[in-house]
């Protein structure tokens, strides 16, 4: 069973930065996607941004282009979602996401999911 498991979100203040962490039970194969995903209140869960094991292929929704970046450490078979900038509008619940199977899954087909980590925003 893969498990895993976030850490690293918090309150900050508008403009400031905080690095959330994505620690996997299981190394995945070089092909397979780690994907961030995330809920505010009364919104609907969104891809924020997603990377391959390997680090070729990277997907960063419109909204964090250029304040978020996504990397991974594949000897502690972790991924990190550094975030700069941030705005009140990024407030919500931060999850880490894998698909069952390898390539570049849509983001429908992610399986196994992470408790979430809350990341708040003030003004």
């Known amino acids: 069973q893969v498990q895993l498991v976030e850490s690293g979100g918090g309150l900050v203040q508008a403009g400031g930065s905080l690095r959330l962490s994505c620690a996997a039970s299981?190394?995945?194969?070089?092909?397979?996607?780690m994907g961030w995903f995330r809920q505010a209140p009364v919104k609907e869960c969104e891809l924020v941004v997603r990377?391959?094991?390997?680090?070729?292929?990277?997907y960063y929704t419109d909204s964090v282009k250029g304040r978020f970046t996504i990397s991974r450490d594949n000897a502690k078979n972790t991924v990190y979602l550094q975030r700069n900038s941030l705005k009140p509008e990024d407030t919500a619940v931060y999850y880490c996401?894998?698909?069952?199977?390898?390539?570049?899954?849509?983001?429908?087909?992610?399986?196994?999911w992470g408790q979430g980590t809350q990341v708040t925003v003030s003004s």
């Open positions: 996401a894998a698909p069952q199977r390898g390539g570049w899954v849509g983001s429908k087909d992610y399986d196994y």
């Open positions: 299981v190394r995945f194969l070089s092909s397979y996607a």
């Open positions: 990377m391959t094991w390997s680090g070729i292929n990277t």
